[in-house]
């Protein structure tokens, strides 16, 4: 893994070595909250590793850490105490400007309540991410139409969310998640607002990118629809790691067809200009 990358705003402050194949290293993470004149500690000497290509899942009931977790993996929040290194990054290092560059060139974002742009198109709100990254026209229409393909929704480039089902707009998140090519996806509750068969739609199209681009994911969750597609599965209670393990998936195979073809996708050329735009998305 390349150390001496640049961000578009300059060097960043420190690089670390890690693991020939580790994307996440997390080493005696601590996490406190105020409260009052006291503190609320949600995370507890957490210590993982997650290296290129997973399919990972965060798993525990509300209030476990996970969440609070997989905002610090993406730089949305930083640790109290230990050191959580991304990409060869030390998060506890970045100003708010280079994490935002971070997001913006590297992570992709799946929320469960879409976080799409409801005045803009589906077009538009895959194309977001590119627009921050200054690439140009003509390669932002390559890759957007191509990244439609990819989760079955090229003929719905100009309905905007209000028009499209749940499902549609969480493959639309999926969509401008991964138009970008990141190296790592963070996924929190995905399925919370979708139905059975949507969940399997969303998630299906999921593991074929995982398997096909070698994305990395993180999911944060609890339900047992996601947990049936992890391959690793991270047990969090009460700001602790209580199990970790690798699984196979109980479910296997596809639920009919899916609605991607072969991928064949180049890198980005990711030449961002000097900007502090490109949050979670």
């Not at 538009?124 to 929704?153: C, H, M, Q, S, Y």
């Not at 068969?197 to 339900?223: C, G, W």
Request: glycine share 8%; charged share 20%; net charge negative.
């Amino acid at each position: 893994m390349n150390t001496n990358k640049k961000l578009n705003n300059g060097v960043l402050p420190s690089t670390i070595e890690v693991g020939e194949d580790s994307i996440v290293e997390i080493k005696n993470l601590v996490k406190n909250f105020p409260i009052g004149n006291d503190f609320f500690t949600a995370l507890k000497g957490i210590n993982l590793t997650f290296t290129e290509g997973e399919f990972a899942g965060l798993v525990g009931p509300s209030g476990s850490g996970k969440t609070t977790l997989l905002n610090i993996i993406g730089s949305l929040d930083v640790p109290s105490d230990g050191d959580v290194i991304v990409l060869s990054h030390s998060i506890s290092n970045l100003t708010q400007k280079q994490a935002a560059q971070l997001r913006k060139e590297k992570l992709g974002f799946i929320f469960q309540n879409y976080n799409l742009l409801p005045v803009y198109t589906v077009y538009e709100n895959v194309e977001f991410p590119l627009l921050l990254l200054d690439i140009g026209a003509d390669e932002r229409k390559k890759r957007v139409l191509e990244t439609l393909e990819w989760v079955g929704l090229s003929d719905k480039i100009h309905s905007r969310p209000s028009q499209l089902s749940g499902g549609e707009c969480q493959r639309v998140a999926i969509a401008r998640a991964m138009v970008k090519r990141p190296s790592l996806v963070l996924a929190d509750e995905p399925t919370a607002n979708l139905d059975s068969e949507n969940s399997h739609n969303v998630l299906q199209t999921m593991v074929k990118l995982n398997r096909e681009l070698k994305t990395s994911f993180i999911f944060a969750t609890h339900d047992d629809k996601v947990i049936g597609y992890l391959h690793r599965i991270i047990r969090l209670e009460d700001g602790k790691v209580v199990d970790d393990r690798p699984q196979t998936p109980t479910v296997s195979r596809f639920i009919g067809k899916s609605p991607m073809g072969d991928l064949n996708i180049p890198l980005l050329n990711t030449n961002s200009s000097d900007t502090n735009l490109g949050g979670a998305l």
